[in-house]
DNA sequence: CGGTATCGCTACCGGTGGTAGCGTAATTGG
DNA sequence: CCAATTACGCTACCACCGGTAGCGATACCG
C-alpha cells in the first residue's frame, strides 16, 4: 500500500511553505480591486513573492485562483447533518461564503473566463466542483444530474445577484429559494 | 404632447446607419473567439468600421456588448400568455436565446465586468434587466422583489451551467426549472 | 458657399498575462 | 567539504488589449 508513505526525498531546494501567503494576498486583493485589478504582478507583490514563482506553481491567473478558492471554503459542512437539511444547510453555507470579502467576485471572474477556456473549464469541474457534487451524492442519494441542476440553481442565482446588485443575496431571499428548493427536490 | 415628433434635425454629418452590421459582427466575433477574444479592435474589423468610430457611439466594450444583447434579445415574447404561463414561457424563451451563438457568452463576459465596474452594472440593470423586470411585474402581478428574485434564479441558472460546461442547458433540465419554479412562484 | 458633426486612419499610452534567462540560496547525497 | 539539483528573486521582455488624441476627408444644413 501507498498510503501513508512519506514521499522520497527530492535533491535540491525544496519549495518554500508560500501558499497560505499568496491565497491570503489572493483574496484580499481581489476584496479591494475586483477580478480584473487583481492582477498577478499586484498579487505576487502582496504575497511578498516573485511574479515567476506564481507561474512555476500554477499554471494560468484562473488556476491560482481556483487552488485558493478551494482553499478558503474547506470541506462542505454537512457532517451530522440530517438529509432532510441538507440542502438548506448547503445553501445557507454557499450563501455565506460567497459573501465574504473577495470570495464572491473570485468565483464569478475565475467563472467567466472558464466559459472560454476549455483548460481552465476542466481545472473547475474537477477540482472545485466534484468534490461537492461528490459529498452532496452521498448525503443526499440523489442521481448525479439531479445533484448538478442543484448546484446550478443554487450557485448560479447567488452570483447572478451579486453580480448585478454588487452586494451578496440577503437574508430574506436565501430563505425563499431555500424554500423553493426544498419542494422540488425534498 | 412630445409623442411622435420628428427630432429637429441638427447641422453635421448625420451618423451613418451601422447598428445593425456593428451588433452581427459583435455576435459572431464573440461566437468565434469568446468574450475576451472579442477585442474592440477585431469587432470594428468585422463591421467594417473604425475603431474610434465604436468609442463614439459607446463609452466602453461593456456598453456595447449590453447594447447588443438587447438589439439580439428584443422584447420579451409574452404577448398573449395567460398569466399561468407567464414564467414557463418567459424561462424557456430565455434559455432559448442564451443557447444562441455568441449570446450566452457575452452575457456571462458583460456580466463579470460588471460586478467591479459601477458604471457598467448600472447600464446593464437599467437598460437591459428593467425592461424585463417590469413586463414580467405588469404579467405577473408579483411585487418587485419577488420578480428580481425569479430573474436571478432563471439567468443564474443557465449562465452556470454554460460556464460550467460550455453548453447551454439541455430541454429536460430547463422543463425540471420550470416545474420548480411554477410550484414555488404559481 | 460656410458651419458643423461624423467618419476613417494612424499613432500612441498604460497596463496585463505570461515567458526567458540569470545569479543565488537551500537542500541531498557522497 | 563538494558536486548536483531544484527553487527562488529579479530584470527584462513579448504580444496584446482597452481606450484616447489628432488629423484630413466627407456629408449634411442653411
Redesign the pocket.
Known sequence: MLRGMTP?????????G?DAAVFAATLSTVHELGY???????I?AAA??????L???W??????ITDCLLDALGPAPLEGVGREEVMATAIRWVAAEIGKPGVGAAFAGVFVDAVNDPALRAILSTRLQDPYRIALQDALGEPENRVLLFIDIVVGTLLHRLGMTGEPMVDADVTALVEMVRHHFG
Open positions: 522520497a526525498k527530492q535533491p535540491g531546494r525544496p519549495r518554500a508560500i480584473a485589478g487583481a492582477t498577478m504582478d499586484r505576487a511578498g513573492v516573485a511574479k515567476t514563482t507561474y512555476r506553481r499554471p494560468s491567473k484562473g488556476a491560482l
